[in-house]
């Protein structure tokens, strides 16, 4: 792989933040491709030699697919309870899970099982405070975490910064046990006296005269890279509309599809829908 600038500023910021950072670049730029380059340099370096993996379902086979393909890292994909046993293919490279198996035996594991833990999307932990009740997979994590069961850890989201103060809490909140320090922004309380310009429970507005400050605390765990810095040329996205006649078959094709994914969750409906007119090789592969 020929990573590009922002991808290797991305690398060094890690280093020089050793052990924990959250990448938050802009959606396109390449997060897994940041993440990968991380590895391998701690690979390099012999500071780790397994991996687990965090990442929504959907994207398991793709983060197979950049380690082996780009990286040379090995992989296997796990689920349920395999995940506490779980062993990188030779001894050395990465577990890939989900977020439900995590959550479900991620405290099983041994304390000496992975060096290094990688949280892709790792948004959908950031309901740790401000809400009632927490969610039990931002709970599992913040314990894991707090125990040090990895020497390392790497979060990734896309999510805009524009957040609940709340989210952001609770991601910093996240890595600062990682690194077995205090929470900067102190108690949940004092977070909401110092920062909070609307309600509590709102926590949408930024207190004008704290704005330095938060940002100041922020950017002292998050890597954040936006289009615009990378001076990168994007092509200009054109949406065109063509309206097809299906076929006898390809109607017949969207009745049988139809009842059974109504039992899956939306996303997943769609998903399957846009293999289903991309192609039957893809509904196919979808479904397997």
């Known amino acids: ?9 991305n690398l060094v910021s890690f280093c020089r933040r050793l ?13 897994t491709i940041s993440a990968g380059l991380i590895a391998s340099e701690l690979i390099s370096r012999g500071r780790i030699s397994k ?28 689920t349920g309870r395999e995940l506490i046993t779980a062993e990188p293919p030779g001894g050395g490279g990465a577990v890939i899970t989900t977020y439900n198996t995590a959550r479900l ?21 950031r309901n740790l405070y401000g809400v009632d009740p927490t969610p039990q997979v931002a709970q599992k994590f913040r314990n ?8 390392y850890v790497l979060m990734l989201t896309a999510t805009p910064i524009q957040n609940r103060l709340w989210d952001l809490y609770s991601l910093v909140d996240l890595l ?6 205090e929470n900067p922004f102190g108690n ?10 609307d309600s509590r429970t709102q926590a949408r507005q930024l207190k004008e005269d704290s704005r330095d400050e ?44 139809a009842k059974p994914i109504q039992e899956l969750n939306y996303l997943a409906q769609i998903v399957i829908l846009q293999a289903l007119v991309s192609s039957p090789e893809a509904l196919t592969k979808m479904l397997d």
């Open 1 to 9: 792989v020929e990573p590009y600038h922002h991808q290797v500023t």
């Open 19 to 31: 052990p924990v950072t959250l990448l938050a670049d802009d959606v396109g730029l390449g997060k």
């Open 51 to 78: 991996i687990l993996i965090v990442c929504p379902k959907i994207l398991r086979e793709q983060w197979k697919e950049e380690l082996d393909v780009k990286f040379d890292i090995s992989s296997v994909i796990v």
């Open 105 to 125: 035996y991620l405290d099983e594991i041994k304390q000496d099982s992975f060096d290094m833990l990688i949280l892709d999307e790792a948004h959908k932990l």
């Open 144 to 151: 894991v975490l707090s125990d040090r069961l990895f020497k």
């Open 176 to 181: 600062t046990v990682a690194r077995g320090h």
């Open 188 to 197: 949940q309380g004092a977070f909401a006296r110092k920062f909070i310009a």
């Open 214 to 257: 938060f940002r100041s605390i922020i950017y002292g765990y998050m890597s954040r890279v936006r289009r615009e810095d990378t001076k990168l040329h994007f092509p200009e996205r054109e949406v065109r509309l063509h309206k097809v006649t299906p076929t006898e078959a390809e109607l017949k094709l969207f009745d049988v599809i």
